[in-house]
């Protein structure tokens, strides 16, 4: 994925087509269990964009939280 600024915020193109990434609600799932997440996602491929942040901090929380059960 590639940002391109555009007026003070990044537009996420996606690195494979070039499109835009649209905003959409997402499920992700993890050992049997789905949650619904607004992920920038590829209009054409489908492809998610998953920030390292995001990655790191609340779904690596939720993982752990998921596997301590």
Do not use: H, R
């Not at 600024?5 to 997402?26: D, F, H, R, S, Y």
């Amino acid at each position: 994925m590639t940002a391109v600024p555009e007026q003070n915020t990044p537009e996420w193109v996606c690195g494979k087509c070039g499109c835009a990434l649209e905003t959409k609600k997402i499920n992700v799932s993890y050992m049997g269990s789905s949650f619904p997440v607004d992920l920038p996602v590829c209009p054409q491929c489908g492809q998610v964009y998953i920030s390292e942040d995001l990655a790191t901090g609340k779904m690596a929380d939720v993982e752990q939280l998921l596997e301590d059960k």
